[in-house]
């Protein structure tokens, strides 16, 4: 039998299949951000329903980052050991169970409805803690170098998204229905999309979609396509060394890229918790308004977060240095994200919008943290090195909301709330200009 020429030469082209892996990625990550928000936003609503205070507010909203913490490295050996689809699984599973479960608190008073909504945000944060680490695995083993931060920046860009496509449907359901139907929605939805994520999820080498030629691509671009080969052929191989921890902690580059996640966090979790209430309480918005008002700084904190990977991505092809080309847009990212401050210094609604999208905008094209990590990370222990980047990163999603519930208790206002949100993208600035140097993939001894 003769084949067709044509059909030979077609298949000799590059597959794609490596963008509908960062797309699904980006999807599952509107979700994961979309469960985390649910609380801020029907956060008014249950603090009237069920008598909570804003310091009341700011130790629940604290829920999620407690257990978000404590879990990252378990989360990351977990990943290393079992590889990223399996663990990823189990972990949108459970998280969507508890963010569903979250709906039944309004039959409690008191003391149990506290402990209870703690309990499950503490499970909700537990249940993601592998989330952000396996994405930033999944892009070192589906990506060259040169498409890194662009696909970084996709999946990290679903934050913003989730803020523009969920916060008018909360806003709404909660207007019409009661801040309870929040969590179902977004439970079942998060349940569904499992089904979703194993269909379309596989090892570079083993994606149905993907052929020799991308996989080629890939791994001559720096991709490492075999992370999680030897987990499919039962080769047992050394495991992830705790005692390598000790040694990113000991180098500069990192405890520099540390400490500016950490103060980029501390945007986003003002973002995804206290900002719904600003609006509400600072500004007079219904829920409803808020919910649409909120949208407008995550659509440009989405254009940010795609544009900077862009950015970046384009200045390494053309020749700057991986220093130059991931440092740029954090530096200038945030730079803007402080011109939140300027919301202390005007009345009109209008005007608080621009600055916070403006803030919101810088905080998107700065926010290049994971694709950082999978440009730095040891091959080794690609998923305990996210892992580790996450526990400092959002340790701020329990310092964040705690101090700003004290700030608004102690001074009656978020004027200095405000403040306390800018000094931290000045110093995430200064830590890449200052301490973290050239960046470069961190060799183990």
């Not at 499919?232 to 060394?241: D, F, H, Q």
């Not at 996450?390 to 608004?408: E, M």
Request: hydrophobic share 50%; net charge positive.
């Amino acid at each position: 039998m003769v084949l067709n020429p044509g059909a030979r030469v077609a298949t000799t082209k590059k597959t794609n299949a490596r963008w509908v892996v960062v797309a699904v990625l980006f999807f599952i990550t509107v979700i994961n951000y979309a469960d985390r928000a649910t609380i801020s936003l029907a956060g008014p609503a249950m603090a009237k329903e069920l008598g909570f205070d804003s310091v009341t507010m700011g130790y629940i909203f604290s829920a999620f980052g407690w257990s978000y913490v404590i879990a990252q490295l378990p989360g990351g050996w977990l990943l290393d050991k079992f590889g990223s689809k399996k663990v990823y699984a189990f972990s949108i599973f459970f998280w969507s169970l508890f963010t569903l479960l979250t709906g039944s608190v309004g039959f409690l008073t008191g003391f149990a409805a506290v402990a209870t909504l703690f309990g499950l945000r503490f499970m909700v944060g537990a249940s993601e803690a592998p989330s952000f680490p396996a994405n930033s695995r999944i892009v070192a083993a589906w990506f060259p170098a040169n498409e890194r931060g662009t696909a970084s920046a996709i999946f990290n860009s679903a934050q913003y998204a989730a803020t523009v496509i969920f916060a008018p449907i909360m806003g709404w359901l909660i207007h019409s229905y009661g801040w309870h139907w929040v969590f179902t929605v977004m439970g079942v939805l998060g349940i569904l999309f499992v089904l979703v994520w194993n269909k379309l999820i596989h090892d570079p080498k083993d994606h149905p979609m993907a052929n020799a030629e991308e996989i080629s691509y890939i791994e001559q671009g720096g991709g490492l396509v075999s992370m999680d080969q030897n987990k499919k052929a039962g080769i047992k191989e050394e495991g992830p060394k705790l005692e390598y921890i000790k040694q990113l902690l000991g180098n500069r580059m990192m405890a520099g890229i540390y400490i500016a996640q950490y103060c980029i966090n501390a945007l986003t979790y003002f973002f995804i918790t206290w900002f719904p209430v600003y609006l509400v309480k600072e500004k007079h918005m219904t829920i409803l308004k808020a919910g649409f008002v909120a949208a407008i700084p995550a659509i440009c904190g989405f254009v940010g977060g795609v544009l900077g990977g862009v950015i970046s991505d384009a200045m390494l092809k053309r020749g700057f240095s991986l220093t130059a080309a991931r440092k740029t847009p954090i530096v200038l990212g945030m730079l803007l994200s402080m011109s939140m401050v300027f919301c202390n210094y005007v009345s009109a609604e209008q005007a608080v919008i621009f600055f916070m999208a403006l803030a919101f905008f810088g905080k998107g094209i700065g926010a290049l943290g994971w694709a950082v990590n999978s440009d730095t990370a040891p091959k080794q222990i690609a998923g305990l090195s996210g892992g580790l980047l996450n526990v400092c990163g959002n340790l701020s999603s329990i310092t964040t909301p705690i101090a700003i519930g004290y700030i608004i208790q102690t001074t009656g206002s978020f004027n200095g709330a405000l403040v306390y949100v800018g000094v931290h993208a000045f110093i995430a600035m200064a830590c890449y200009l200052f301490v973290v140097g050239e960046i470069k993939r961190v060799e183990l001894k």
